[in-house]
């Protein structure tokens, strides 16, 4: 499924919560029954084998959610945490879906965050890093983590279908498994 297709169901979505939408090739806008602008950007969306889309909703205020379509059809909001009153930004951000776990990673007012959702059990977890800049890769079901400016402390996460694994690692581990991150 393309990422246009993609932003074409979640124009659909919001048109069945009678939501008036403006679509162009790359996001969603409207404004709320406040007046306030929402968005989504065609970069800003994710979906799963299982047909499970995910997106992030920005919102003018700050006020700035995730919402995932499940397969059942049943829409779910989750809201990131936000340190400061100050917007978050998703321009370095990932929304990546493997299997039941969605990845996101966002910029709050001086650093990055690095969550985990699982949408079976709707349970949350943080993945924690000291570093202000996170970079992520993706191997099959194994996340690693590290800081950009930092060369001490990187993480391997491993996603198995009920739980995940946390482990740390070393930049010589990184080298013999040639994981590189972009």
Do not use: C
Not at 4 to 29: F, G, S
Not at 91 to 97: E, N, P, V
Not at 137 to 157: H, P
């Amino acid at each position: 499924m393309t990422q246009a297709e993609i932003l074409n169901m979640i124009d659909d979505e919001l048109l069945m919560e009678d939501i008036t939408t403006e679509l162009n090739e790359q996001k969603i806008i409207w404004r709320d029954h406040l007046g306030i602008e929402n968005s989504i950007n065609i970069h800003q969306t994710a979906v799963n084998n299982d047909g499970t889309i995910a997106w992030w909703q920005y919102n003018e205020l700050g006020k700035e959610q995730v919402r995932i379509k499940l397969k059942e059809k049943t829409v779910i909001t989750w809201k990131p945490p936000i340190t400061s009153l100050e917007q978050t930004l998703f321009r370095d951000g990932l929304l990546y879906f493997y299997e039941n776990y969605l990845i996101i990673k966002y910029k709050d007012k001086h650093y990055q965050r690095l969550f985990i959702f699982n949408i079976k059990t709707f349970e949350t977890e943080e993945i924690i890093i000291n570093a202000l800049t996170i970079q992520v890769k993706i191997a099959g079901n194994e996340l690693f983590v590290a800081g950009l400016y930092s060369d001490e402390e990187f993480i391997k996460i491993t996603m198995h279908p009920n739980r995940l694994e946390r482990e740390n690692i070393d930049e010589e581990y990184l080298n013999k498994r040639n994981i590189k991150f972009d």
